[in-house]
């Protein structure tokens, strides 16, 4: 692991270096606060939580976000096109081995945030040694990368055991989420210890990450599961085009923007003095795995579709008004329609932030594609987000017909990494 | 059916038509054979096969590639960023079931490839019927979509039975791939009847693609097998930046160009006269699954990565030159070193045109990621291109250590649809 230890001078002087390649300096990134995306951290009153690169061309695809910030980016931030997310279990019982790499997954993270390269890169160092970086990623711009980290409910305690001595830190909202009727989890698909959700706009920037913090947590964690995203379902930017999910529906219409700074505070971050103090300005993830059965769906009339959903296909306009954009006339809708029965105005107020993805993984075995949406939800409060608005749908949907949960997971994402001394669990460990 | 059998109508009026959404229209598509991307029908002495639309922003991912051509495009045409490859088994005994379907696949292909929705779209038509399209490509750009057919062994005979009584024309250079030592084949992600290559720079226009036409064969076809692909590890744009393998390393350096007239007359189309007449202008398709043990890599010295590939990481020079594209001084390199081995000089000038993709296919229950190169190449008679260089490769490659092949398929893929008469496999069927 020596070869990491230097990674972290290595960013920290790339601050007044230029880039080796043309690529992002983490001081035009960082110096800039007057960018266009002044997102989640600004949100909560902290450092500015993305801004976008004025040396390169416009387009999503030559973006930077920070990944310094009050808020871990990838929440608010506006969603990129792409996912890869890992779940690692711990495999060690060793509490500093994990602490340092999670200090080297940090200065990792920031570095390929920035579109640097981990270490000394993938090509020079000792030669002798593996490369600092895997090296898939040289040349390409991050794309806007995000790297979200999370910790399970089994971090802190498993079998009954205090693993690391955090067993008292656990919050009470990361309690496991509840089984619902129609479920059909598969464990090798749920749970699991340490999540990092990467999402850029180019799929190689995002699987980079994730393959390069597996190779720097080799010894500490083992891949849990993994699961790719090819196409955002729903966006945090409401003006741009809302994405489709693969019903062939838009999706995410009512979404928390990335700019709505009171509906982020009452829904998604939470406050000083809620739960524990190393989850102020964090948030918490529900990684739902739905498959969706295509093959049915595509052989229905589009009438019922609509129906099920509660809007029209084309438009995205909810039934009984005439815009996409238009107030959802809940008793309009069907009372069984998925839209009406999320919404929260059926549930109590209850609001989540979407960030899911579609995926396809290859073919089931049984001449059908393996299709679905990687649902990712961030909210204050599951037991307030999650879990009301699912109880509703899980009884009575009638998308239900179309779907199975397949896999769930939920983790407590800390607050953002806000300096250069901090690191992905400082609050908690440290 | 009977939603399907107007779309050979709706796809024919659209040329004189103005697009619904803003999007191409085939009239303009067609029109224009003066575009910048004239490749592989050009080649071949046939139809312009490739043209950019120039009513909307320049860029990879708003372009558009004509589907009609004397060769088939996916083929010699720019790599595009993303692959859903899909393999269907035919569970008819019907054959003119079959070719009714390959009747409307084509229909569909022709308008998706336009940008255009199939039939009357997703969300008109009979509303009390399915809709022709399933929805979630509607205002997406066909970002360069190709659709690219061939034929599997067991489309031809099956257990010693002529299925289609097309037996006869079953090409000799169509014989199964031997065996080659290491192979570790999985018979859920080999072989089958026919193939269709979805290429295009946004993921969900190619995910599309392959559903639809998933649910336009739907008791004609079953899906066998599938795979997403999420980056290009080969390109046929020489000028273009060389993209980078999950070894972190430059890929296909040498592979043929989509310019390289000569090149691919020699080596990728089947002129006429070769084989059966239906097989004029096209060309065998050998896809293979390697999965890479990238976690083994990550832990090899960079001397030891850039002798097992004859290259440096970085630039990617052969060993002994020091420029990319310098010539291969095939001495200079280890003996066992893949460029070397797979070098067309260490093969008796066997040369193939490899259009691959790196996958991410979650993980492997073992702690790793299942990653890997989803291997595809083009060539005019695959014993004389794959299976030379593969023999080689198999008994001696270094790389060895690193991968091991878990798939393989070869089809035949005829000469492109060249007339709106046309259709995928009428010189075969009809």
Request: aromatic share 6%.
């Amino acid at each position: 692991m020596t070869e990491i230890e230097h990674v972290d001078e290595t960013v920290e002087s790339d601050e007044s270096a230029p880039p080796a390649d043309g690529g992002f300096s983490r001081r035009a990134l960082l110096g800039w606060t007057g960018g266009a995306l002044v997102v989640g951290a600004a949100a909560a009153g902290g450092v500015a939580a993305a801004v976008t690169d004025d040396a390169t061309p416009a387009g999503p695809s030559h973006g930077a976000v920070a990944f310094r910030g009050a808020v871990q980016a990838g929440i608010a931030t506006p969603v990129q096109d792409r996912l890869h997310f890992c779940v690692f279990d711990v495999v060690t019982d060793d509490r500093a081995k994990l602490v340092r790499m999670l200090r080297q997954w940090t200065a990792a993270a920031a570095a390929m945030a920035a579109g640097d390269a981990i270490g000394t890169g993938a090509d020079s160092g000792v030669p002798e040694s593996p490369p600092d970086d895997t090296g898939e990623a040289i040349g390409l711009p991050p794309a806007n990368l995000t790297l979200t980290v999370g910790f399970g409910p089994s971090l802190f305690t498993k079998d009954g055991k205090d693993r690391f001595g955090i067993a008292e830190k656990k919050p009470e909202a990361l309690a496991d989420l509840p089984a619902f009727p129609g479920d059909n989890l598969d464990p090798q698909r749920s749970g699991g210890d340490i999540a990092v959700q990467a999402c850029s706009d180019d799929p190689q920037v995002a699987v980079h990450a994730i393959r390069n913090l597996a190779r720097i947590g080799f010894g500490v964690v083992s891949v849990r599961w993994s699961q790719l995203g090819f196409g955002k379902t729903s966006s945090t930017t409401p003006d741009a085009m809302t994405p489709r999910n693969l019903f062939g529906f838009k999706d995410g219409t009512r979404n928390i923007a990335g700019t709505e700074t009171d509906r982020l505070h009452e829904h998604v971050w939470v406050p000083a003095g809620e739960g524990p103090e190393w989850m102020t300005n964090g948030s918490y993830l529900v990684a739902r795995r739905i498959r969706m059965h295509i093959e049915t769906w595509d052989r229905t009339s589009l009438v019922e579709q609509q129906d099920v959903i509660g809007r029209s296909k084309g438009v995205g306009a909810p039934q009984g008004a005439t815009g996409e954009h238009d107030p959802v006339p809940l008793k309009a809708l069907p009372a069984n329609a998925h839209v009406r029965l999320s919404h929260p105005d059926s549930n109590g107020g209850a609001t989540i932030l979407r960030r899911g993805y579609s995926f396809v993984d290859g073919s089931d075995g049984l001449g059908r594609l393996e299709a679905g949406l990687f649902f990712l939800a961030y909210q204050r409060d599951p037991r307030k987000g999650f879990v009301p608005v699912q109880q509703n749908l899980a009884g009575k949907d009638a998308m239900n017909e179309y779907i199975q949960h397949v896999g769930s997971a939920l983790f407590a994402c800390p607050g953002g990494v806000a300096h250069a001394d901090d690191y992905w669990g400082k609050a908690l460990f440290g």
